[in-house]
């Protein structure tokens, strides 16, 4: 074996590719035919979109889980660890199961470069591969069309939503994005849509491949009943269903396309009322409108583009507290940062900027001059050297009664969960 320790892997594969992103299915579909020339032997589930990704594979997840199926789940980026990217029945793998897929991979490429995406991608493939998954559930890293999950037929695809990011590698307009993402659909197979704003370029391209669209608000909806609501679609309802356990009022949207995307599949996956029900009220998400309390509540998301921040914004509104909102904020530089901080501006009342020590961070007088853009006064910013000082700054000056909201980045809420409470 090339390596003995996953660090060591993955800090190799960081330097193998000349580029960091280089979208395309070349590399990885050579790889994988050499590694499983045959067909996958499992369903596919393949989940793209701007935002509300993550929480609909961890939907879909436990309720296939719930099911009594096999579950393998593919995710990106991580939080804490590199191996929450590879789960099996809802359990991270652990490191030797990584590395022997690395391995492995590493003896069939020969001399194809792989990025640190694709070399993680078709680790998961592998694992899923040989550990005999019945369904497979596939996160998009980034668009949906040169994404290297791309590379298996899905027996159903999901868009989530189709907003502004990542422009300089999908385009600047929703419709340019709507074209990427949708690249995910398949001819012949079910592909939905999970937002009633639906671009031309994501029907256009499901005409013209001949998939079977579904769209929110179209081909399948929801209906507040009571404590409960009620799931519509093509030709039949359930109903009494319960809200999912993840906060945010965006995740009956999500998992109304979940319920889609299991009803598509339903002839090779099928699932009663009761599984459907219990995967609903066992799903879990870290950084996601993720609620800690206390005398000062706080709220970690990963939110880090407009449309996200947006949502946030929404959700802080209709969970008012007592006190003041304090913001402790880090993100990557070629997001659009000000557009993202704008649509908080009304809701926090005073902000911490805090540098990410990474590549694409954002430094502190970055950030600010971000904030300003945005419409937030000078006064009302406070820059922080790292998120653990942003965050030890905002704890000092909060009262009881006050939220620290702490947002921006994987790599913010990353930082936040690993330092002290």
């Known amino acids: 074996m090339r390596?003995?320790?996953?660090?060591?892997?993955?800090?190799?594969?960081?330097?193998?590719?000349?580029?960091?992103?280089?979208?395309?299915?070349?590399?990885?579909?050579?790889?994988?035919?050499?590694?499983?020339?045959?067909?996958a032997p499992f369903a596919v589930i393949t989940v793209g979109g701007t935002n509300g990704k993550g929480s609909t594979v961890a939907m879909l997840e436990a309720i296939l889980c719930a099911g009594g199926y096999r579950v393998g789940a593919y995710t990106?980026?991580?939080?804490?660890?590199?191996?929450?990217?590879?789960?099996?029945?809802?359990?991270?793998?652990?490191?030797?199961?990584?590395?022997?897929?690395?391995?492995?991979?590493?003896q069939a490429?020969?001399?194809?470069?792989?990025?640190?995406?694709?070399?993680?991608?078709?680790?998961?493939?592998?694992?899923?591969?040989?550990?005999?998954?019945?369904?497979?559930?596939?996160?998009?890293?980034?668009g949906g069309r040169l994404d290297a999950v791309n590379v298996l037929d899905a027996d159903a695809a999901v868009v989530t939503t189709v907003d502004i990011d990542h422009a300089q590698w999908l385009g600047v307009t929703r419709e340019a994005i709507g074209f990427e993402k949708a690249g995910i659909y398949r001819s012949g197979r079910p592909a939905i849509y999970g937002s009633s704003d639906i671009p031309q370029s994501v029907l256009d391209h499901a005409a013209a491949i001949g998939a079977k669209l579904?769209?929110?608000?179209?081909?399948?909806?929801?209906?507040?009943?009571?404590?409960?609501?009620?799931?519509?679609?093509?030709?039949?309802?359930?109903?009494?269903?319960?809200?999912?356990?993840?906060?945010?009022?965006?995740?009956?949207?999500?998992?109304?396309?979940?319920?889609?995307?299991?009803?598509?599949v339903a002839a090779r996956l099928p699932l009663n009322q009761a599984q459907i029900r219990a995967g609903l009220l066992a799903v879990r998400l870290p950084g996601r409108f993720q609620v800690q309390a206390g005398a000062v509540t706080q709220i970690l998301d990963v939110a880090h583009n407009p449309q996200a921040a947006?949502?946030?914004?929404?959700?802080?509104?209709?969970m008012p507290?007592?006190?003041?909102?304090?913001?402790?904020?880090?993100?990557?530089?070629?997001?659009?940062?000000?557009?993202?901080?704008?649509?908080?501006?009304?809701?926090?009342?005073?902000?911490?900027?805090?540098?990410?020590?990474?590549?694409?961070?954002?430094?502190?007088?970055?950030?600010?001059e971000a904030l300003v853009a945005a419409g937030v006064a000078a006064a009302d910013i406070s820059s922080c050297t790292d998120v653990a000082a942003a965050l030890v700054q905002a704890r000092q000056a909060a009262h009881p009664g006050d939220r620290i909201v702490v947002f921006g980045s994987f790599h913010t809420v990353a930082e936040a969960l690993s330092g002290p409470v």
């Not at 592998?126 to 005999?132: C, L, P, S, V």
């Not at 914004?313 to 209709?318: F, K, M």
């Open 109 to 142: 490429r020969g001399d194809i470069s792989l990025t640190y995406f694709e070399f993680g991608t078709l680790a998961a493939l592998d694992i899923f591969w040989r550990r005999q998954v019945d369904v497979a559930i596939l996160e998009v890293g980034m």
């Open 3 to 39: 390596f003995n320790s996953l660090a060591a892997w993955l800090a190799w594969q960081e330097t193998l590719h000349p580029s960091t992103i280089d979208l395309g299915l070349e590399r990885v579909v050579a790889v994988l035919r050499r590694l499983h020339p045959e067909p």
């Open 310 to 318: 947006a949502e946030l914004a929404a959700n802080l509104a209709a």
């Open 321 to 368: 507290c007592s006190g003041r909102t304090l913001a402790v904020v880090g993100m990557l530089a070629d997001k659009d940062m000000a557009g993202a901080l704008a649509q908080l501006r009304g809701a926090v009342d005073h902000w911490h900027a805090a540098a990410l020590a990474v590549s694409r961070g954002a430094t502190a007088p970055q950030l600010a």
């Open 214 to 264: 579904y769209r929110y608000g179209v081909d399948y909806g929801v209906a507040v009943e009571g404590e409960g609501w009620r799931w519509w679609g093509p030709g039949h309802e359930r109903h009494a269903l319960p809200l999912p356990a993840l906060r945010g009022h965006s995740q009956l949207q999500n998992a109304a396309g979940v319920l889609m995307a299991l009803d598509a």
């Open 76 to 106: 990106s980026p991580h939080l804490l660890r590199y191996n929450e990217r590879v789960r099996l029945d809802g359990h991270v793998v652990d490191d030797a199961a990584l590395c022997t897929a690395f391995e492995r991979i590493d």
